[in-house]
């Protein structure tokens, strides 16, 4: 306490860490907050500690980077303030300008759903997509690529997978991969089958980007399968299915690891 009576910062920060403790009984108390507090927050868990709270062990500072514009770093004093709304507006609007090129047949209500879903889904993977202890310069133009490390690109990669099943007519309830499968059907399984041990990695680690790489590397190796691989206009019937079945399994694959991102996985774009 100052002498005042007013209270510090940390002194704040120790009485809610008691309250998670007894009153909630956290597994687990994650503080994100800007990498510059690191100091800060060790000396808090330090305390806690030295105040006998076995929890203080199972604190963690997941802390984040600062964020600036291609422009430079925002600046009050300087005038340089950009509000999220604005930016997310904007990368909404030019997403809609974009699907109005590509799609102008998808109806305008459902245009304004899949541009927020991409133009927001831009820019929480710009943000998820580098190390979070790192500083980054957030440029909506790359965001909002459609074949880049970006969003747009896992997203599509999904509306991809989504419309080759509805051209198949949906999934086959049976498969048979007994048959010799291309390269490409190699890599794209042995992704699919990473899954699980990339979400424990990325938990066990607090690393979204962990998550994000493999998001993009599904995506990517979906787009290249997708190019090469014919799925509807194959003529055996077992090998058909047994392609509609791993395209089910990516799409799955796909729209888990952006729901983990919270990112929508749109079904067309």
């Known amino acids: ?21 007894e009153a909630y009984h956290v597994e687990r108390s994650i503080y994100v907050v800007d990498v510059r507090q690191s100091l800060h927050l060790q000396q808090a868990f330090k305390i806690l500690e030295m105040l006998g709270f076995p929890q203080a062990a199972k604190c ?15 600046s009050a004093r300087r005038g340089r303030v950009v509000l999220f709304k604005d930016v997310a507006d904007e990368a909404i609007r030019r997403v809609m300008v974009e699907i109005e090129q590509k799609n102008p047949d998808l109806p305008q209500e459902q245009r304004q759903e899949v541009a927020e879903q991409v133009g927001l889904g831009a820019m929480v993977f710009a943000m998820l997509s580098i190390d979070n202890n790192k500083d980054m310069v957030y440029d909506m133009q790359v965001a909002l690529n459609f074949d880049g490390h970006t969003g747009p690109y896992i997203q599509n990669a999904h509306v991809r997978a989504n419309s080759i099943l509805k ?14 499968l291309t ?3 190699v890599q794209l399984i042995d992704l699919i089958s990473r899954f699980p041990d990339t979400v424990e990695l990325a938990a066990m680690e607090y690393r979204p980007l962990i998550m994000a790489n493999y998001a993009y590397d599904l995506a ?50």
Request: no cysteine; charged share 25%; hydrophobic share 45%.
């Open 1 to 21: 306490l100052r002498s005042d009576g007013t209270t510090l910062y940390l002194t704040k920060d120790l009485a809610l860490a008691k309250i998670k403790f």
């Open 167 to 180: 051209k198949g007519d949906g999934i086959p309830e049976k498969a048979n991969f007994d048959y010799p």
């Open 220 to 269: 990517a190796t979906f787009h290249s399968f997708y190019h090469v691989v014919p799925v509807i206009q194959t003529e055996d019937l077992q090998v058909r299915d047994a392609r509609l079945r791993l395209v089910a399994a990516a799409r799955q694959a796909l729209a888990n690891a952006l729901r983990l991102l919270d990112i929508e996985a749109p079904e067309v774009m």
């Open 60 to 74: 963690y500072h997941l802390g984040y980077g600062f964020v600036s514009l291609p422009e430079g770093a925002m």
């Open 183 to 185: 390269s490409h059907e």
